[in-house]
């Protein structure tokens, strides 16, 4: 069958052009554009691990930019006030965000829906608040500022590698904890969670799971964000940053893994290269979500897919898989624009399918319709 | 069913990694990318301005675009021989946002210089940034945090034409106590530029025995002041000090009006409560008579400031505010400092120890120069609301005091031994008698 052997390696070939493009940014673009990236790359692992709990499980999180907070005012705090080596205060602040992570997932574990975005978007600003109020501690509104970045990494280009790996790193965990029995049971929760308790499955111990890890995540973008800007404050906790993680997700495509990085992309272009000869760039973000929402309920990953790779696919002679990307996708649109049957659901739905890169299920379906 | 696909989730795993890591180890052998600096020293000199058009602080943000730009419009902006370029990016008041924008600046249009922001906490961001980024030079024309210029100073941010929140209200104390004002409640807004303010008056007022009674804090954003002003007892105070700054003021103006505390209680308020940005806006008379300190008045009668505030009325149709005032002589100095050095801005200790040692003979705010901290040296002045004859409101002189620093008549050395103003550290205590 070498119509289909064309698909995954396609998708490899694209994969690896877009690694080497990253590996090779600095020496293409400038300075600026390669911060820009920096920045991408950052928010992109923010998003990704809100997409994990919104995408895969179903739990719209609006106060993820809480664990920025943590682990980046941890780090700020461990160097800039306690002396800490800048590894050790690393290390202390994402245990200090898994600890946060895991008590405020304690008190989400029964809540559904709306409830359980309340509570989040509640716990979110209740790190803002201590940001903002205890002032010794984090500098209120003034943040801190000295925050050191690794030694190695001084440069601006050197960052952006160190960053470039540590999101990499992060993705690919997340990759395998999403085909995991521990991502699977997510799914499971996100499409029928009554269902799962009568089977033997510890709904709540899973969730708990999915937020803490979602957590850490968030942890490490919060960590690198606060040595990238060698600052972290109060704004970087708001709730504004929270939203901005899960339009960034939605934008790129829920329930994808690539999607988190196209859509913190496309709202850092927008917000920091269009800005300076837009006045109006907010509105234009606002239209383009809003156009994404009512064209491309898949996100631009999920578009790309169905317009664009679809149709290659079959070009290259791949028919079966191109049929089955663009089954995916539909399947990923019929669960948006069909609703869900529980009542008390956020209102966004993510795609049926994993998709990441969308691609991937024109080579695993075949096989799953084997293997099972 | 089988989790989907393993080995080539693995193998995919495998040589993604191996993927970045060679191109990473291939990449650190070719050594740093390409970089273009920071402009060159002979062509234009570009200059980044940081104001915040956008968000709370917009209309004075606004002003102080508006004060850059008079300023090169009437004096041309080749100087020396040199262009200055300015390229202008919203910080729309938030830290992150000036730190994103200042690399942007500095990057992508190869700034040289650095102007602005306006909030406290954008200029310490925009501190941390300076101080690891000692080849770019920043002016601070608005930011007035006590310690940019004191504790925290960094050498490569300089006030030109700058100011410090307490250094106004040290005389105020001292004014009080003239006046006869034993017990006082001081109301400020809940945030550092607050406890800077009413701590320069606290400090000044209990040196010479007054007692503050109270001290009240309103958050920024507030809209009702009567749970504040319902504190006050006519009978048991002599007069009350007041802090107020943006959307708030004009709050506050019409509420001490309205609880008919106007004309029952003395009051004298900071800069920023009756600044012409404020009342611009207000069609009453609740603010005239009413007294504040500050280091502008827009009736000040010298040429310079008249100068300046009938050319930004031709400009702009309104009168204009310190924030205006302060860019402009950010303007100013900035063309002095090149005229010194002759247009050449290659030797940055050489650029920067002359913009640390201008001395303005005037400017619309009055003379002004550096001490050797940083901190600006001036005037200040007790104003008054009134209503000219074109029907506008502005704050015009009572008195003026002259080369007034940011230590008041402290030492140096004791008062910087001393926390900045806080919520906590009002400076009662001390200097202890």
Same mark, same amino acid.
């Given at each position: ?40 790359? +950052? ?10 709990? !919104? ?55 029964? !809540? ?31 943040? +801190?500022?000295?925050?050191?970045? %690794? ?22 965990? +997340? ?13 499971? +929760? ?50 504004l940053?929270?939203a901005e993680?899960l339009l960034m997700s939605i934008l790129g495509g ?8 196209v859509g913190a992309g496309v709202v850092i272009f927008i917000e920091n290269d269009v800005s300076s000869w837009l006045a109006r760039w907010q509105t234009l973000l606002g239209v383009v979500f809003v156009l994404v929402v009512l064209f491309a309920p898949d996100g631009l990953?999920?578009a ?44 966004v739905?993510? %795609? ?21 | ?14 040589? &993604?990694? $191996?993927? *970045? *890591? ?32 956008s ?14 730009? &008079?300023?090169?419009? @009437? ?38 210089? $650095? ?11 925009? /501190? ?31 006030? /030109? ?25 001081? &109301? ?40 504040? $002003? ?16 943006? /959307? ?10 309205? &609880?008919?505390?106007?004309?029952? *209680? ?70 002095? /400092? @090149? ?37 600006? *040296? ?14 506008? $409101? ?40």
């Amino acid at each position: 069958m070498s119509a289909s052997s064309w698909a995954p390696r396609a998708r490899w070939i694209a994969l690896g052009a877009a690694v080497v493009l990253l590996a090779a940014l600095p020496y293409l673009v400038a300075s600026f554009t390669v911060n820009l990236a920096t920045q991408a790359l +950052i928010f992109g692992l923010f998003a990704l691990s809100i997409n994990v709990l !919104a995408g895969y499980g179903g739990m719209i999180t609006l106060g993820q930019a809480g664990f920025i907070g943590v682990a980046g005012y941890g780090v700020a705090i461990l160097t800039t006030q306690q002396g800490w080596p800048l590894g050790a205060a690393i290390v202390g602040a994402l245990a200090l965000c898994v600890a946060a992570a895991a008590f405020f997932g304690l008190l989400l574990v029964r !809540a559904r829906g709306t409830y359980f975005v309340m509570i989040t978007l509640a716990e979110g600003m209740v790190v803002w608040g201590i940001a903002q109020r205890w002032q010794e501690l984090t500098g209120g509104e003034n943040g +801190i500022t000295g925050v050191p970045k %690794p030694s190695f990494a001084q440069e601006y280009w050197q960052y952006y590698y160190v960053a470039l790996v540590v999101v990499a790193v992060c993705t690919l965990l +997340i990759a395998r904890l999403v085909r995991s029995p521990l991502g699977l049971s997510l799914k499971g +929760i996100r499409e029928a969670e009554d269902r799962l308790a009568p089977l033997g499955y510890d709904v709540a111990r899973h969730k708990l799971a999915a937020f803490t890890i979602s957590g850490f995540f968030a942890g490490v973008a919060g960590v690198l964000l606060a040595m990238y800007n060698s600052f972290i404050g109060p704004s970087d906790v708001f709730f504004l940053t929270s939203a901005e993680g899960l339009l960034m997700s939605i934008l790129g495509g829920v329930g994808t893994l690539t999607g988190a990085f196209v859509g913190a992309g496309v709202v850092i272009f927008i917000e920091n290269d269009v800005s300076s000869w837009l006045a109006r760039w907010q509105t234009l973000l606002g239209v383009v979500f809003v156009l994404v929402v009512l064209f491309a309920p898949d996100g631009l990953v999920g578009a790309w897919a169905r317009y664009v790779w679809a149709p290659l696919l079959r070009r290259l002679g791949a028919g079966a898989e191109a049929a089955a990307v663009e089954a995916a996708t539909s399947t990923a649109s019929a669960a948006v624009v069909g609703g869900d049957g529980d009542g008390g659901r956020a209102a966004v739905t993510a %795609p049926a399918a994993p998709a990441a890169p969308a691609a991937s299920a024109t080579a695993s379906r075949p096989e799953e319709a084997r293997s099972s | 069913m089988s989790s989907t696909s393993p080995r080539l989730t693995r193998r995919a795993t495998t040589r &993604l990694v $191996l993927g *970045v *890591v060679l191109a990473t180890a291939a990449i650190a052998g070719c050594g740093a990318p390409n970089d273009s600096g920071g402009g060159d020293a002979k062509g234009d000199l570009q200059v980044g301005t940081l104001f915040p058009t956008s968000g709370t602080v917009a209309a004075a943000g606004t002003d102080m675009l508006r004060g850059w730009r &008079l300023w090169f419009k @009437l004096n041309g902006s080749e100087v020396a021989g040199r262009k200055i370029v300015a390229k202008q990016e919203d910080t729309a008041g938030d830290p992150t946002v000036t730190l994103t924008k200042a690399r942007k600046l500095v990057q992508q249009d190869q700034s040289k210089l $650095l102007v602005g922001p306006l909030l406290a906490n954008e200029a310490y961001a925009l /501190a941390g940034y300076l101080k690891q980024n000692k080849e770019i030079v920043g002016l601070n024309p608005v930011g007035s945090s006590d310690d940019l210029s004191q504790r925290k100073s960094v050498t490569n941010y300089v006030k /030109a034409g700058g100011w410090v929140s307490s250094a106004p209200t040290h005389p105020a104390g001292e004014w009080a106590a003239d006046k006869g004002w034993k017990r006082v409640i001081t &109301l400020c807004s809940d945030y550092a530029f607050g406890y800077e303010n009413c701590g320069g008056f606290t400090n000044t007022f209990t040196d010479r025995g007054g007692k503050v009674v109270k001290q009240l804090y309103a958050p920024i954003g507030t809209s009702d002041y009567s749970s504040y $002003l319902s504190q006050i007892d006519p009978d048991k105070v002599d007069g009350v000090f007041v802090q107020s700054v943006g /959307a708030d003021s004009p709050n506050f103006i019409k509420a001490w009006s309205d &609880l008919g505390l106007k004309g029952k *209680v003395p009051l004298i308020a900071n800069e920023t409560t009756f600044e012409q940005s404020t009342l611009r806006g207000i069609k009453n008379n609740d603010p005239v008579g009413l007294e504040s300190f500050g280091h502008f008045a827009e009736g000040r009668d010298s040429r310079a400031t008249q100068k300046f505030v009938s050319e930004f009325k031709k400009e702009y149709g309104a009168l204009p505010s310190y924030y205006a005032c302060a860019t402009y002589t950010a303007g100013q100095w900035l063309t002095a /400092a @090149l005229k010194q050095v002759k247009g050449d801005t290659s030797d940055q200790q050489t650029f920067l120890s002359t913009l640390r040692g201008i001395k303005l003979g005037d400017s619309c705010f009055g003379p002004l120069s550096l001490d050797r901290y940083g901190g600006p *040296v001036g005037n200040v002045y007790l104003r008054k609301v009134v209503r000219n004859e074109q029907g506008e $409101l502005v704050n015009q002189v009572e008195r003026e005091y002259r080369n007034v620093s940011q230590f008041w008549k402290y030492n140096p050395q004791q008062f910087l031994a001393q926390p900045v103003y806080s919520r906590k550290y009002q400076g009662v205590d001390w200097p202890s008698r």
